[in-house]
């Protein structure tokens, strides 16, 4: 069963990457062929499989040579042990939270891409995720999002430019959901990892025009939603 939910997983993962690249584009993510990201040559069936492919191909594409991003990797293998883990029970609350998870990885890939929050997945995912919180009579802060942005303008009067307001509101939709404790976890998580790979960036002499935050705030929310899976 839980190698059955990691390939499914790897497969999901696989997709998630597509639409990650395919979204900010406007492009469709179910019509058109997988194509290689630098030559556009169209993938066979036998470069597609999930983890397998990319190792058998040396991280490289059999068309043009160019070293594949590890990302690719990396996603499919995170998403397929993600639904081990959150899958291996019946539940719904852990279905919705694997949701959560899943929709902020997409939002994160694409940050990295663009230093953009994808307004049009950030809003359906978000009407998904507090209306999944409402049917499965998750309390709800509704005044938490307030004080956040409050708190977040009167940063932005002082220190402009210090946050991006597409994370700003992802936090704020999140505060609905997440305990004032569990919330600033996920932020201390998220802020102190982004520091880290920002001193380790300078540290390697690579400079970094902007750091997306949203694969901080993930690995916050990571955190925070496996420690309440094992409360
Ligand atoms: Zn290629």
């Not at 069963?1 to 990650?20: D, H, N, Y």
């Not at 694409?110 to 919180?133: K, M, Q, W």
């Not at 402009?160 to 505060?175: E, Q, R, Y």
């Not at 400079?207 to 496996?226: I, Y």
């Amino acid at each position: 069963m839980k190698l059955f939910l990691f390939v499914i997983g790897t497969v999901l993962g696989s997709f998630l990457c597509l639409c990650a690249e395919r979204v900010p584009k406007k492009e469709s993510v179910i019509f058109g062929r997988s194509r290689c990201s630098y030559c556009h040559h169209p993938l066979s069936v036998k470069e597609l499989i999930p983890l397998l492919s990319i190792i058998r191909q040396r991280f490289r594409c059999l068309h043009c040579g160019r070293a594949l991003a590890f990302r690719y990797f990396f996603i499919e293998f995170l998403v397929g042990s993600l639904f081990v883990v959150f899958l291996s029970e019946r539940s719904l609350i852990l279905f919705w939270q694997l949701f959560w998870l899943l929709s902020t990885l997409v939002l994160a890939v694409i940050d990295c891409d663009t230093y953009l929050v994808e307004e049009r997945i950030f809003l359906s995912t978000s009407l998904f995720l507090v209306a999944g919180g409402l049917i499965l009579h998750q309390p709800i802060y509704w005044w938490q999002p307030l004080i956040l942005l409050l708190c977040s303008s009167v940063l932005q009067r002082y220190l402009p430019d210090s946050l991006g307001m597409g994370d700003v509101w992802l936090t704020a939709v999140w505060s609905l959901l997440l305990t004032g404790y569990k919330l600033l976890v996920l932020l201390f998580i998220a802020s102190g990892s982004g520091l880290l790979f920002f001193m380790i960036q300078r540290i390697r002499q690579k400079p970094l025009r902007e750091v997306p935050f949203v694969p901080f705030l993930f690995c916050g929310l990571l955190v925070v939603l496996l420690s309440l899976k094992k409360a």
